[in-house]
């Protein structure tokens, strides 16, 4: 019966729908398994990365005592915030990162520089990153005096207080988080799905990832269409990550700095 509803939903569909275009008529495992795993992991992210929900969600199935060593490892941090946001991070490092890499490594049985994570790629296009950041340096500071921009960032304010090291400490795990989302995007999607796609594989990552912008600014959410499709040709040009990572930590600490400026604390 199950046999039966999966042959008739997808096996004959993928069939009909192959069969007019250049493709193999052949069901793809690997990509379906990408697909539903990239699709599991935003849910998942967009949700328990925020540490209210997870409390919530503990409370509601009765597990009340890791709810309390949670809220007494938050009430004991000397810095909340920070607190939250590390945890944020652990989330999109686990689902972005971890959980990809154990499909790949387990399941595929491939080779992790097959999705990126080769350096070799990024030497050969420096150029384009020093380009690229050139161009986006006066979009960024254009932007940052806008209201929504400052009401965003930085996303760790160090309002009343040194850069050293609460803030210090923030941009470190934000360069991890923008290592996890890099792979994630460009790396087990793209590369994972691009023999069955191609170069349109570019604009099937392009949709998740301009979504996970939805709650930011409109001009931003807007430059991650175009970003994620540029991001997307260079990695799949050079067949590494690091192009885009070095890039995307770039800007962001740039965001970071100059809404810092606006907002007056190096006059302080």
Known sequence: MLKQIWNTIFVNTFNEVESQTLNSP?????????????????????????????????????????????????????NIRLFQLTYWVSII????????????????????????LSPKGFFKSYKIYVVFFLFMVPL????????????????????????YPNFLIWQCLYLIQFFALEFFFRGFIIHGIKKRFGFYSIFIMMIPYVMIHFQKPMPETIGAIFAGIILGALSLKS????????????????????????????DQ
């Open 140 to 163: 960024i500071l254009f932007v940052s005096t806008t209201e929504s921009f400052q009401n965003k960032y930085p996303f760790y304010n160090p309002e009343g207080e040194s850069l």
């Open 239 to 266: 067949r590494s990550i690091w192009l885009g990572v070095a890039i995307h930590y770039s800007v962001a600490i740039t965001m970071d700095l100059a809404a810092l400026v606006q907002k007056g604390y190096f």
């Open 26 to 78: 052949k069901l793809d495992k690997k990509v379906i398994t990408i697909l539903i795993v990239v699709s599991f992991s935003l849910v998942f992210i967009q949700y328990f990365g925020n540490f209210q929900f997870l409390i919530s969600s503990l409370k509601s199935i009765q597990f009340t005592s890791v709810v309390d060593l949670l809220n007494t490892l938050q009430s004991s941090s000397s």
């Open 93 to 116: 490092v686990t689902f972005y990162f971890i959980i990809p890499v154990f499909i790949i490594k387990i399941f595929f049985k491939d080779k992790l520089s097959d999705y990126g």
